[in-house]
């Protein structure tokens, strides 16, 4: 506490002394806030009226025409919905996400696609992980990072008292990367595992916490005919698949939902809002009785006026499995661009029915797919 006030202390005396001297005034300063939420007590964060002393602190900076202010964080809630609320329209937020591939693939200095891409998606792409040479090191960095630096800020930061029941939350969603999931689900999921049930409404504020934390994202389903989102079940993906290779142990190495993981952080990462679609389709079977079915598109991406529906799939060799995934893109029915990415090492192409067919290296490495 008495390095959060006395921080405190030193931006207020700086902010005054930059107001108070003309001479200063006449040269341009940056102030560089970085892990600003240390800077803040649990007890001011919790509060209704949050965060006061830092307010007024910036506050009194952003009002001086010599000074550009940059806070950093690895809070989201700290950042987005309260410091950018406070400062809106003076202020613009900028996200910074773990290496993309082409940028891991680029700090590597090029070399084996694929074997990059086998590499990345075990490990990730905190740039700190390309320091080390053994995957061993990796891996205890990996692990160290995830429960003492994320978990255990989580659980100081919100007060958490369950802390057995957030530690399972967590295995959960990184278990079922790229399976639909709700609170009444994941609540199940844990409570099968304690004699001391947790509430539907106590997973969901973990599950925000997890999100505000920038360790999880949420894709929710959208209705592609109805035009609308469902109120249940989402899709829960990792930021970094390395990471949640670690919290598992690395015992669940399945290309198949990491691949999943990795085109939803690419797509993430180039600003694309992104939801998982569904299709509903009503038909009549042979004895005129009326059946519904719902039919999955992987990820509906906008971005502006663009949309685009993709599917992810390991392989499409076989016949049956090709027209599994392609299906939903038949029965949509209408003209927005159509990719399916598949393990393949194919290059990019146009089948018959306009939808682009592409090689997982190629879509994480090229821009252009989305320009074809």
Do not use: W
Not at 122 to 148: A, C, N, W
Not at 171 to 186: E, F, H, I, P, Q
Not at 233 to 245: A, E, H, M, P, V
């Amino acid at each position: 506490m008495k390095r959060k006030t006395k921080l405190i202390q030193i931006l207020r005396s700086f902010s005054d002394t930059l107001q108070a001297e003309s001479q200063i005034k006449k040269a341009q300063y940056f102030v560089f806030l970085d892990e600003v939420q240390y800077a803040i007590s649990t007890e001011e964060l919790r509060s209704k009226d949050k965060c006061p002393r830092l307010y007024g602190v910036l506050n009194g900076l952003l009002h001086l025409g010599n000074a550009d202010v940059y806070v950093t964080g690895s809070n989201s809630k700290l950042l987005s919905s309260d410091v950018m609320t406070e400062f809106r329209g003076r202020g613009d937020e900028i996200r910074v996400f773990p290496l993309s591939f082409s940028e891991f693939f680029a700090a590597k200095g090029g070399g084996d696609k694929e074997a990059a891409l086998n590499e990345y998606a075990v490990y990730g792409g905190l740039p700190q992980v390309l320091q080390f040479k053994s995957e061993e090191d990796k891996g205890s960095y990996l692990k160290r990072l995830f429960d003492e630096a994320y978990f255990k800020d989580i659980v100081e930061r919100n007060g958490i008292e369950r802390e057995d029941a957030m530690a399972q939350l967590v295995d959960v969603l990184c278990s079922c990367t790229g399976s639909l999931a709700n609170t009444s689900k994941l609540s199940e999921a844990i409570n099968s595992a304690n004699k001391s049930r947790i509430s539907n409404p106590t997973v969901k504020s973990y599950v925000d916490f997890l999100k505000d934390s920038f360790l999880f994202s949420e894709a929710r389903r959208y209705d592609v005919r109805g035009k609308r989102y469902f109120d249940y079940q989402s899709k829960f993906y990792c930021i970094d698949t390395g990471l949640r290779n670690a919290r598992l142990n690395f015992r669940q190495i399945e290309f198949t939902h990491l691949m999943e993981n990795l085109i939803y952080n690419r797509l993430i990462q180039k600003g694309f809002s992104v939801d998982v679609g569904m299709v509903p389709v009503s038909r009549r079977d042979d004895s005129g009785s009326l059946v519904r079915s719902q039919y999955e598109i992987d990820f509906v991406v906008n971005k502006g006026m663009h949309q685009y529906y993709i599917q992810s799939a390991f392989s499409i060799d076989d016949h049956e499995k090709k027209r599994k995934e392609l299906y939903p893109f038949s029965i949509v029915n209408n003209s927005f661009r159509k990719i399916i990415v598949t393990r393949s090492e194919i290059s990019p192409f146009f089948d018959d029915d306009g939808i682009i067919h592409v090689g997982i290296v190629d879509f994480l490495l090229s821009d252009d797919i989305f320009s074809f």
